[in-house]
């Protein structure tokens, strides 16, 4: 039997091959599925979504262009309308990502050991990771106190103003930092930082081996990170605890007292994940 030919690919560098590329782009294109991506990609950017007139301005669309793709998208529940006819990202897509067996690993891994971390510190934790140039919250476990302050799963937050970003960054060689930099997506709130003090940031970070900040967003509340290390011994993710001081009597541990349960949960948690003892920082 003989065997399918393959297109032969004789795509060279320079303006013939820019050209190849764009002609098979074009010939390929698929207009109803970038409208879709479009629709998702203009809501990932909005917390407070959009109408479908305020949607069809920022994608350059007029309504009944996309008027379908949206009822669909709607209908397939990756996105949510609210009672002010606002359009708005479900966690649809975050479900879809979470069932890949390396994160379904990490999360899983995690969860065990983010309950233990909450009850010893009595503060809320979250794990985070970076993915296409945000910092992602994949799980999160509250404090057992009455009161508590975290942040929800699938939240996306600042890579460059943020503590679990300052970790993510921090241990990556430089052109993997650099990649991640330049794929930068800033989110809502992000504030912008000036590169020498963000590099002079992550180097604390790295001489530590852990980062403490105030937080840039809520007032009253210092974030404390840690890496988590996996497998080649790169760091995969961080689990933050927004640490919120007690003023009253009850005794609870302090930020240094955290910093050490938390630099051990995080250490159990890399060896768990990738069988190595996590690198000494």
Same mark, same amino acid.
């Given at each position: 039997?003989?065997?399918?030919?393959?297109?032969?690919?004789?795509?060279?560098?320079?303006?013939?091959?820019?050209?190849?590329?764009?002609?098979?782009?074009?010939?390929?294109?698929?207009?109803?599925?970038?409208?879709?991506?479009?629709?998702?990609?203009?809501?990932?950017?909005?917390?407070?979504?959009?109408?479908?007139?305020?949607?069809?301005?920022?994608?350059?669309?007029?309504?009944?262009?996309?008027?379908?793709?949206?009822?669909?998208?709607?209908?397939?529940?990756?996105?949510?309308?609210?009672?002010?006819?606002?359009?708005?990202?479900?966690?649809?897509?975050?479900?879809?990502?979470?069932?890949?067996?390396?994160?379904?690993?990490?999360?899983?891994?995690?969860?065990?050991?983010?309950?233990?971390?909450?009850?010893?510190?009595?503060?809320?934790?979250?794990?985070?990771?970076?993915?296409? =140039? *945000?910092? $992602? +919250?994949? &799980?999160?476990?509250?404090?057992?106190?009455?009161?508590?302050? @975290?942040?929800?799963?699938?939240?996306?937050?600042?890579?460059?103003d943020t503590s679990s970003g300052h970790v993510?960054?921090?241990?990556?060689?430089?052109?993997?930092?650099?990649?991640?930099?330049?794929?930068?997506?800033?989110?809502?709130?992000?504030?912008?930082?000036?590169?020498?003090?963000?590099?002079?940031?992550?180097?604390?970070?790295?001489?530590?081996?852990?980062?403490?900040?105030?937080?840039?967003?809520?007032?009253?509340?210092?974030?404390?990170?840690?890496?988590?290390?996996?497998? =080649? *011994?790169? $760091? +995969?993710? &961080?689990?933050?605890?927004?640490?919120?001081?007690?003023?009253? @009597?009850?005794?609870?541990?302090?930020?240094?007292?955290?910093?050490?349960?938390?630099?051990?949960?995080?250490?159990?948690?890399?060896?768990?994940?990738?069988?190595?003892?996590?690198?000494?920082?």
């Amino acid at each position: 039997m003989s065997k399918p030919t393959l297109p032969k690919d004789n795509s060279t560098s320079g303006p013939i091959a820019d050209d190849t590329l764009a002609e098979k782009a074009s010939r390929y294109s698929a207009p109803a599925l970038e409208k879709g991506l479009d629709i998702l990609e203009a809501l990932s950017d909005s917390a407070q979504g959009y109408t479908l007139n305020q949607l069809s301005q920022v994608l350059q669309r007029n309504v009944n262009e996309i008027f379908r793709m949206v009822v669909t998208l709607q209908h397939r529940g990756y996105i949510q309308v609210d009672d002010n006819d606002r359009y708005a990202l479900t966690l649809k897509m975050f479900t879809l990502a979470n069932r890949q067996p390396p994160l379904k690993s990490l999360v899983s891994a995690a969860l065990p050991l983010l309950q233990e971390l909450t009850e010893r510190t009595r503060q809320s934790a979250h794990l985070a990771i970076y993915q296409h =140039g *945000r910092v $992602v +919250v994949v &799980a999160q476990v509250d404090s057992p106190e009455r009161w508590s302050f @975290g942040l929800k799963v699938g939240v996306v937050m600042g890579l460059t103003d943020t503590s679990s970003g300052h970790v993510l960054l921090a241990y990556q060689d430089e052109i993997t930092r650099t990649r991640m930099l330049s794929s930068h997506i800033h989110v809502e709130g992000e504030l912008d930082m000036d590169p020498g003090q963000l590099f002079s940031l992550l180097e604390t970070v790295r001489q530590t081996g852990y980062a403490m900040m105030p937080s840039i967003q809520i007032q009253g509340v210092t974030n404390i990170a840690h890496p988590v290390w996996g497998q =080649g *011994r790169r $760091v +995969v993710a &961080a689990v933050n605890i927004p640490h919120i001081a007690r003023i009253d @009597g009850t005794p609870i541990p302090n930020a240094e007292q955290i910093k050490q349960v938390l630099a051990e949960i995080c250490t159990r948690l890399s060896q768990r994940i990738s069988d190595q003892p996590a690198p000494q920082v």
